[in-house]
């Protein structure tokens, strides 16, 4: 029933493709020779082969996934601990091997060991003295101890000053009483938590000398280093399985008055004296560095799930033939329906257009920081305000983006063995964690009406918002600009509009006599979607400008299809967005229509090169782990194969038939 | 750890501030005192015995482990209904009753049964497609079990497009018998639900050749395992296909033949027949009749998808009431997230969708049961609205359903991810129905087709179908004047409709000009012909639940018509506002009509506020159906998300085993 050649519908496919395909993913991965480093590194890991399941994962108990996922992690550590010892790069080998596209070949479904390299060693380096790293950092980077991070409670998690949790100093032991006075103050979340780290960063209330400090950071031990028991005073277990990310082992936390020594506080930023008294933090704004990287990372991780499931989709699109459009010709492969074009073309160019933002931002943030030393932080809250906008609308729209590539493929993109259900679950989780998406676009629009009311006031606007000017001087709109820098422009002027909206809304309800926060509470859902606007208009510049700045050098063939692409992610979110224009400029009917034809002219023109796009992204099909997907295109038997695997089609009669069925039918149950 | 076992007190707040009676709304989406009556009873026996309950969450086992659970419990629950509840109901009402079987079900399986299609599919197929003496021999084995049928229709490479299908049954005159053969891997039948394991008679949909001459599809029913041993017969090769993203104890299966031959009785004959001798007979016009059994469907879909969605609402809402965060104004305890504007942005709409879908449901039923009574004495006239307009509706309920049952998940932040809270069970489970018995943008294409039909009727003067009756005003070309009214913003939508088909001709038409065939124009034109489509649904449901909101609240206590109206006009500012710029195209709406709508639409969020929780109380659903532990009727949400925690195996052990296999060694540096 198998065959082992390439689909002929791929190779056409492939040949039609009109630029190098290599120079894309050289483009892509930043040059030549990092293209090389990560298919080393890619060949190098999974050569190993601790990827390959006997069973596949998701025929496994919850408990037996857990165990799989522990086997996989420990044997991943084991060979970062073996580079580290030949290459010593540091953190470097953790990210590029666990984090991201290479990660996920090894655990699909997340690692337990996730948060000791994320969260546990990030927190030490950044808020440990120099002695606690000298203590830690050492024994953590070796694998001797295995930590997680607990902040977020049952009841408590985007208001981090709401948390229960007490750290309690008491001045005769030199030590701190840990406790959950409640069951709300359990924590609740942390990834391998549950059974996995014996240490763990606990987030907590710190009291002395009969008052509150506010949250900080404690180092507790939670099981015993031989045994693995929890220690006394120590609720610990799991939280039970989740939507996805069922590898993480994510657990919950009790303290029953757990004392630890002073010195298991991190001090790094405010200390407690050995009398109990409390120094303050020198600053707060330190902690942006260690926000803004994980949101960057983050965002680059929705830009590879993305790139997965475009690629799964597209691949898949050319292979599957449905209908009949004409009588007696063959049937069409699904990706010449221009409504699967739609589908699927925006996604591919989504992909560009984050992974060069958050790089723009990075880059932006580095040479802000540079200037930090300098005392110079004047600009921070504007990155601040960038960085949870598109925190929220790269999340958001990178599940949409998934979603939609597994509705396009139809059935068989609810298989399992597609793995676009699973990168749904993995990506969805995202537009709640690390800031959920509301409650940051609200944080961006107290940003972004500050603003208007300093341009009002004629005080200096920061780059990304000195648009905002355009709109508070009143000055007329110009006539309908429809060239791409034109639908930038009017991007800006909506957001402009809707801030401006806003404002007036909040000043007008504080006239009728609310206060300013219930005037705000009642205008929040238009200024979620000022912010959004914000970002969009960022997020369409930004990838026009860093495309052109990376194509300088591209040949003229790929140079015009990443034209293309922008061109495409613009006009779509111009026809998204329709009203909006039509509110706030001056766009006419036949503007739309011409738009809208423009549209339909990009999809047509990309149609050849789509498959060449996805094939640019590289993904290996051990990344990939798609029936669907895979470069080969053998849909059908990979999905076949697939079905084989599982136990329930080992045997020809299930055992329930005797138990049950057959009881059943002959009346005897 | 003590968990309290007291009612959470926002809750008790809240069902004290509602001003309405909450049972008249629940009778009211009953369908009247009488049919809530009959649900709770129905509903009584179906969960008083403790049967539907699992030890061990179902989510823990792996799916072998839970198809077996699965089986155990579908054939409890059979009995259930077989002894208890038709000798209630009996089974002439078995159909329109099928609801409440559907919400009992769910108290037994998160997930789904593996029985589903035996009196989803497999019966209704023989009742619609079985001759009279089939029907007297099929019907009583299966209604009692003996046997254990499913559907197969969908194959490996063919789902949407139907005449496509692989699979052939020859006929052979001289065994009087049928070949069912499926000649490659594309072919083999794939996803239908029981056929993995389970069922031992299947009706397959085959391509009929006879007389070396293809005739198109036909069903057969195959008998795929034999009923004492329950193996696979010889030339039958079935097994399935393995977890999805839901539907996980459904036993979908797949299915291939090789010569594989049955009697030419098992041919059902209703509709056409084959002779003794090979001559193929048709019966009845095939296509219009079997429109019957499509439509049908898909008004339980509509049905199901509303329900889900009320379930989904119900766990958000008193979630929303228990959960406090952040601070407003500082100093002042943490509020209830339910009083944050973008929290009941998220769900009111919800609340409203469910009733608007609900009530387009029960309105389509009783179009279909006209149209039918119609095509009883001769008249299929109106089959084509019909089917349009089922198509659409199917696509549209199933997509706002799925997207704002992801919605209600994400507004639960975190805890909705559990999959204790049922929201991602719920969600996999209605975004399956985007897919199945017609894609969303198959179906809406469809839909188009009928509607480009009838605007070129109305163009040229002819006289069109009720549904479409507002493109007769609309094709003189005047722009609408926005009111605020409901029926105001109903027109709008109708306008709304009319030109965004309208642009879509003039795009078929220029691109036709410009040489192309009506096929490639039709095919260019794709994107605006759903989005046109998609249009027309909308209004036809806005007005729908407009004018049944008004006719079945007409006798209701001023406080319930209030709130019901309210609802109502949210939902339909809410598609206003989601839409301004087809509003700004094709009526005459002004930026300050736009503001104003805005206002309205906040005003009613906060009119709607202390009546939110009684809102979905009156869904009624008993706690065992909503399977949620953040929304259950106490508002237990921290306790119960703890119980169900401690009920993981894992947690049974304090040190799993591979501490010792795996992580010990490589902490040691031994691994």
Not at chain 1, 326 to 344: A, C, G, R
Not at chain 1, 563 to 572: G, K, N, W
Not at chain 2, 305 to 321: C, D, E, G, M, P
């Amino acid at each position: 029933m198998t065959k082992t050649k390439i689909n002929a519908d791929l190779i056409k496919e492939r040949s039609k493709c009109t630029f190098n395909i290599t120079e894309l993913t050289n483009l892509i991965d930043g040059g030549a020779h990092l293209t090389e480093e990560r298919k080393k590194r890619e060949e190098k890991v999974l050569k190993e082969g601790i990827h390959i399941d006997q069973v596949p994962s998701e025929y496994l108990s919850h408990k037996e996934k857990y165990e799989l996922a522990i086997k996989k992690a420990s044997l991943m550590f084991k060979l970062l601990r073996k580079w580290q010892e030949e290459e010593n790069t540091g953190m470097e080998n953790y990210r590029a091997v666990l984090g991201g596209a290479l990660g996920s070949a090894i655990l699909e479904d997340g690692s337990p060991l996730t948060l000791h390299y994320v969260m546990f060693i990030p927190t030490l380096m950044g808020q440990g003295t120099v002695e606690q790293q000298a203590y830690w950092i050492g024994r953590a980077f070796n694998v001797d101890i295995i930590g997680t991070y607990a902040q977020t409670e049952l009841g408590h998690g985007t208001f981090v000053r709401g948390l229960e949790t007490t750290a309690t100093y008491d001045p005769k032991t030199k030590e701190f009483v840990l406790h959950s006075p409640s069951l709300t103050a359990y924590k609740w979340w942390p990834g391998g938590l549950a059974h996995t780290a014996n240490y763990c960063i606990v987030m907590a209330q710190l009291y002395t000398a009969g008052k509150c400090h506010g949250i900080h950071a404690f180092i507790v031990q939670l099981r015993d280093e031989e045994t693995h028991m929890p220690l006394p005073g120590i609720k610990v277990g799991e939280i039970g399985a989740k939507l996805g990310m069922n590898g993480t082992n994510n657990g919950f936390l009790g303290l029953e008055h757990v004392r630890i020594p002073r010195e298991h506080m991190l001090m790094k930023n405010a200390k407690v004296l050995e009398d109990g008294t409390y120094v303050n933090s020198p600053s707060s704004k330190l902690t942006y560095g260690t926000m803004m990287f994980v949101r960057v990372v983050l965002v680059n991780d929705m830009c590879n799930y993305m790139a997965k499931a475009v690629t799964t989709a597209t691949r898949y699109s050319a292979v599957r033939h449905q209908s009949q459009p004409k009588p007696d010709e063959p049937e069409p492969q699904i990706l010449d329906y221009v409504t699967q074009q739609h589908k699927l073309f925006v996604g591919i160019a989504s992909v560009h257009a984050f992974k060069l933002s958050a790089n723009w931002l990075w880059n932006m943030y580095n040479n802000v920081t540079a200037e930090l030393e300098s005392g110079d932080m004047e600009r921070l809250p504007e990155l601040h305000a960038l960085s949870c906008c598109l925190k929220a609308v790269s999340t958001a729209d990178a599940a949409q983006c998934v979603e939609r590539c597994r509705l396009a493929c139809g059935g068989h993109g609810y298989m399992l063995s597609s793995n676009l259900p699973t990168s749904y679950g993995l990506v969805t989780a995202a537009c709640t964690y690390e800031g959920e998406n509301t409650v940051l676009l609200l944080q961006t629009a107290r940003y972004l009406v500050k603003a208007w009311q300093q341009a009002a006031g004629a005080s200096q606007l920061t780059p990304t918002v000195a648009y905002i000017r355009r709109v508070t001087s009143g000055r007329r709109a110009p006539p309908f600009d429809s060239s791409l820098a034109g639908l930038i422009d009017a991007f800006h002027t909506v957001a402009a509009g809707k801030i401006g909206l806003c404002v007036a809304n909040i000043e007008k309800r504080q006239k009728e006599g609310l206060s300013y926060e219930d005037a705000w509470n009642m205008t929040s859902v238009q200024l979620t979607q000022a912010s959004e606007a914000h970002c969009r208009a960022i997020l369409l510049l930004t990838y026009h400008e860093q495309t052109e700045m990376q194509c300088k050098n591209a040949s003229p063939e790929l140079r015009e299809v990443l034209s293309q692409l922008v061109d495409l992610y613009v006009v779509y979110w111009t026809l998204q967005c329709v009203g909006d224009l039509l509110r706030f400029t001056s766009i006419s009917e036949r503007d739309i229509e011409r738009l809208q034809r423009w549209y339909e002219d990009l999809l047509s023109q990309l149609r050849p090169n789509a498959v060449g796009l996805v094939d640019a992204f590289d993904i290996r099909d051990e990344i990939l782990h798609s029936a669907l997907g895979a470069y080969d295109g053998r849909v059908y038997e990979r999905l076949m194969e697939e079905a084989l695997k599982s136990p329930l089609n080992a045997e020809p009669v299930n055992r329930s038939f005797h138990q049950y069925l057959k009881p059943l039918m002959q009346g005897k149950l | 750890m003590e968990l309290s076992m007291s009612a959470n007190e926002d809750l008790a707040k809240e069902r004290a501030r509602c001003d309405f009676n909450v049972s008249e709304i629940t009778n009211i989406l009953d369908g009247g005192i009488e049919r809530t009556k009959q649900r709770k009873k129905i509903e009584s026996i179906a969960l008083s015995n403790g049967k539907c309950r699992d030890v061990t969450p179902e989510e823990t086992l792996g799916p072998k482990e839970r198809y077996e659970n699965a089986i155990r419990k579908s054939c409890l629950y059979t009995k259930i209904v077989k002894d208890q509840v038709l000798t209630l109901t009996g089974l002439e009402v078995l159909g329109s009753n099928s609801s409440v079987l559907r919400r009992t079900a769910d108290a037994f399986f998160k997930d789904i049964s593996p029985f589903l299609l035996h009196l989803g599919m497999f019966v209704p197929t023989i009742m619609g497609q079985g001759t009279p003496e089939q029907q007297s021999y099929w019907l009583p084995r299966a209604l009692d079990f003996q046997i254990i049928g499913t559907y197969a229709q969908t194959e490996l490479g063919h789902g949407t497009f139907i005449r496509g299908l692989e699979t052939t049954a020859t006929y052979d005159p001289d065994t009087e018998e049928f070949v069912i053969h499926n000649p490659r891997l594309t072919s083999y039948k794939w996803w239908a639900g029981g056929l993995g394991k389970t069922s031992n008679y299947c009706i397959v949909v085959a391509q009929l050749y006879t007389q070396g001459k293809c005739y198109g599809i036909h069903p057969f029913i195959v008998q795929i395992r034999d009923e004492d041993t329950h193996v696979p017969l010889p030339g039958v090769r079935v097994g399935e296909i393995g977890p999805r993203m839901g539907f996980n104890t459904a036993d979908n299966g797949f299915l291939g033949f090789d010569h594989y031959r049955i009697p030419r009785n098992h041919m059902l004959m209703k509709n056409s027949q084959v002779l003794k001798d090979g001559t193929y007979v048709k019966v009845a016009s095939h296509s219009k009749l079997t429109y019957g059994t499509m439509v049908f469907v898909r008004v339980m879909l509509v049905n199901e998808v509303a329900f889900n969605l009320a379930k989904a609402a119900t766990i958000a809402v008193r979630y929303s009431a228990v959960r406090r965060q952040s601070e407003k104004i500082s100093g002042e305890p943490e509020p209830q997230i339910l009083d944050y504007v973008t929290q009941q942005h998220k769900l009111f709409v919800c609340i409203a969708t469910a009733h608007a879908l609900q009530l387009s449901s029960n309105w389509l039923w009783k179009t279909f049961s006209a149209v039918l009574a119609d095509m009883r004495g001769g008249n299929t006239e109106n089959l084509p609205e019909l089917h349009a307009l089922s198509s659409c509706l199917k696509a549209l309920s199933t997509s706002d359903s799925a997207a704002l049952i992801e919605q209600c998940r994400l507004a639960c932040g975190g805890h909705g991810y559990m999959l204790s809270s049922n929201l991602p069970l719920l969600y996999s489970f209605v975004t399956a129905t985007r897919t199945y018995e017609g894609d969303y943008t198959v179906l809406l294409l469809q839909t188009a087709r009928f509607l480009i039909k009838a605007w070129e009727q109305a163009e040229s003067g002819k006289p069109v179908t009720p549904t479409v009756s507002y493109m007769e005003e609309a094709v003189v070309g005047n722009k609408y004047k926005w009111n605020g009214s409901a029926e105001g913003i109903i027109k709008a939508a109708y306008y709304v409709a009319a030109g965004k088909i309208s642009s879509s001709v003039a795009s078929i038409r220029k691109r036709m000009k410009n040489g192309k065939a009506f096929e490639d124009a039709w095919e260019l034109t794709g994107v605006q012909l759903v989005a046109a489509a998609e249009t027309h649904c909308r209004a036809v449901i806005c007005d729908v639940y407009r004018k049944e909101t008004v006719r079945l609240t007409a006798n209701s206590s001023p406080n319930v018509k209030t709130v019901m109206d309210q609802l109502n006009m949210l939902y339909l500012s809410h598609w206003a506002l989601e839409r301004t710029g087809d509003l700004l195209r094709y009526t005459s709406t002004t930026e300050d009509d736009i503001i104003s709508c805005q206002q309205r639409y906040e005003e009613l969020l906060a009119a709607i506020r202390p009546n939110a929780v009684g809102l979905v109380d009156a869904f009624d659903f008993p706690d065992e159906i909503l399977q949620s532990t953040l929304g259950a009727y106490d508002g237990r949400v921290y306790e119960r998300l703890m119980e169900e925690a401690l009920k993981s195996p894992l947690n049974a052990e304090p040190v799993n085993r591979s501490f010792h296999q795996y992580l010990k060694p490589l902490m040691q540096g031994k691994l």
